[in-house]
């Protein structure tokens, strides 16, 4: 069957020539178009250009040219339809690649872009010639574009190359598009320009796409990506590869200057180190910087670091830094806090009992403090206060202030307060309820603490073990238990490094109960009023004793004198003064007695005798 372009030429080319001749011109024969089946191929793969006419059954011979716009067509292929033999026309650029089959397809090996042509196939009987053209397209992906000649920086106000994106080895040509953040970068006048460039290679005729960027960028810019893309028509349409990121350095002016104050808390005191920073918003930052320092004439130039050691509270003031030109600046004001305490007196103070001692803690500090005292540790409600100093007054006193809001700034001072005394004694006694035994106390106060020793008179040495009470703000008691089977006097000596101290007490042997003064050393003015009131009635006591037995005497002296004889009645004659007896006659008088009255008289003589001597000692011991 013929195609419409074999009869458009058999129209045109009529056969009436010997059959060589008539191929002759046929082949030169213009061709009125291009057909519309088309191959698509890879560049490199295998081209199959299939015949697409229905083999006649009278077929002498198949052939493959290729046609070229104003050029003659060239003749690669031949097929003897009869003898089955394949000859290839001696082409240098397809020598190797051409495969003529029985079915008259015919493939060409290793695509390259030079066969991008117009093939077509040709059938030739005896009295006809049918032919059908093939379009061959070739296409190559080009490399993924990359962005070279990058800037090291953008400066705004400046525009500036800042790369080229380049794809080779691409076919056909393709695109290149620029991208900001992924938004699409359209040339704009003195900020945005874009320049592309195709160039071929002669080699192998393939494509190198390079598109130039030329920007200036703004201070946002600092943190902007750029890509760039390859469009490109591929086998099965439009494709797109794209470049890695690529981030630049924006370079823009110091517009504001900041100092900062670096501290290891936040807030500064005495003996810190302070670090000053100065930062400038520009990039890149400025490298040095004038700082302005209290107490400093002139301004320091420096990093953008300063450092101050061991400040002092003289060292409050305002700070500032500047760039060098003194265009932008900033401050700051700094305080120093400080701390002080003062404790008049401090250290260890020795007083005596009774004296006074003012003592008064001061504090001067940046911001109010908390002030308060402890003694031995434990926290006092008000400040000591001494006009009349005692032994519990003495003991460690801390005065101690903080500044709650700043951190580790604490002091204390201590005082730490003796108060000595002279050894002071008063003795007691208490007869035991089933009376055994009697326990005699000596009371004793005084600082340093005395050390205390018991004599005893009538029994010899002392034996009896002692008991002391805690010593207690200067104070304690020293006991015994005797029970003796005589009168004795009990001497209390109590010294310390200031004096020595002698109280002595008798006491009466235990023979028949009596009654015992209660242990009073807890309280001084009971036991000096009780002691008084057992004197007194001691002294009354024994006073009527004697008068009756001084009555009874003269009694018995009446009545023996009429029995035996009478004195003369003298008118100057007085009665006698019985308290005027001497110690004879009252011994005298004493023996005559009954022997249960001598009995009571020597218990209240002895009792009498006691509380006088105690009265005595503890009169001399408070004086």
């Known amino acids: 069957m013929e195609t419409p372009s074999a009869a458009s030429c058999r129209r045109r080319c009529p056969l009436q020539p010997p059959l060589l001749l008539s191929l002759l011109l046929f082949a030169l024969c213009p061709r009125p178009g291009l057909g519309l089946y088309t191959v698509h191929t890879v560049y490199g793969d295998t081209i199959i250009l299939p015949c697409r006419i229905e083999v006649p059954d009278d077929l002498m011979f198949g052939k493959w040219k290729y046609e070229a716009a104003n050029e003659a067509p060239v003749f690669i292929a031949f097929r003897s339809a009869t003898k089955k033999n394949v000859y290839y026309d001696d082409l240098p650029e397809y020598k190797d690649r051409l495969t003529f089959f029985e079915n008259y397809t015919l493939s060409i090996s290793n695509a390259r872009i030079g066969d991008e042509k117009r093939f077509v196939c040709m059938l030739v009987t005896e009295d006809n010639v049918f032919e059908e053209p093939t379009i061959v397209k070739v296409f190559k992906q080009p490399t993924q574009p990359t962005i070279v000649n990058q800037a090291a920086f953008l400066e705004t106000e400046q525009i500036k190359m800042l790369g080229e994106c380049i794809s080779k080895e691409g076919y056909p040509e393709g695109n290149i598009t620029w991208y900001k953040n992924g938004m699409v970068l ?357 006073l009527l004793l004697a008068a009756l037995v001084a009555g009874v005497a003269y009694w018995l002296y009446v009545k023996k004198s009429k029995n035996t004889f009478s004195f003369p009645t003298r008118p100057e004659a007085q009665p006698q003064d019985v308290s005027g007896e001497s110690e004879k006659d009252a011994a005298q008088n004493v023996q005559n007695l009954p022997r249960t009255a001598s009995k009571h008289v020597d218990k209240d003589l002895g009792n009498l005798e006691e509380n006088k001597k105690l009265e005595e000692n503890n009169h001399k011991s408070e004086a």
């Open 186 to 542: 359209k040339p704009v006048e003195g900020a945005v320009v874009i320049n592309e460039q195709t160039n071929v290679d002669k080699a192998n005729g393939l494509y190198i796409m390079i598109s130039s960027l030329e920007y200036m960028p703004t201070k946002e810019d600092k943190n902007s990506y750029f890509t760039c893309t390859m469009t490109y028509h591929g086998p099965t349409g439009r494709e797109t590869i794209r470049s890695e990121p690529a981030v630049f350095d924006i370079h823009y002016p110091t517009e504001k200057v900041r100092i900062q104050v670096v501290s290891q808390r936040n807030t500064i005191k005495e003996g810190d180190n302070i670090t000053l920073r100065c930062l400038g918003n520009g990039n890149p930052p400025p490298e040095e910087f004038l700082f302005y320092i209290p107490g400093e004439l002139e301004p320091i130039k420096s990093s953008n670091i300063y450092i101050l050691s061991d400040v002092r509270r003289n060292a409050s003031g305002e700070y500032g830094c500047s760039l060098i030109d003194k265009s932008l600046s900033d401050s700051t004001l700094i305080t120093i806090h400080y701390l002080d305490l003062s404790l008049i007196p401090s250290g260890t103070v020795t007083k005596q009992i009774g004296e006074a001692l003012p003592v008064s803690c001061t504090v001067s500090s940046s911001r109010n403090a908390t002030l308060f005292w402890l003694k031995d540790n434990t926290r006092m409600r008000s400040s000591p206060s001494f006009s009349n100093l005692q032994y519990k007054d003495a003991g460690n006193y801390i005065c101690e202030t903080t500044l709650q809001e700043i951190e580790g700034l604490k002091k204390s001072q201590i005082l730490t307060l003796i108060v000595e005394g002279k050894p002071q004694i008063k003795m007691s006694k208490r007869t035991s309820s089933d009376g055994t035994f009697k326990t005699i106390s000596c009371h004793v106060e005084g600082y340093p603490k005395p050390a205390v020793q018991w004599t005893a008179t009538g029994i010899g040495t002392l034996n009896n073990k002692t008991e002391e009470t805690k010593y207690v703000d200067g104070k304690f008691s020293s006991k015994i238990k005797i029970a003796p089977e005589e009168n004795v006097t009990l001497t209390c000596i109590a010294e310390n490094q200031l004096e020595r101290t002698i109280t002595s007490l008798n006491v009466s042997a235990i023979n028949f109960p009596e009654y015992d003064e209660p242990d009073e050393r807890n309280n001084n003015n009971r036991e000096n009023v009780n002691d008084q009131a057992k004197l007194i009635v001691g002294i009354v006591v024994g």
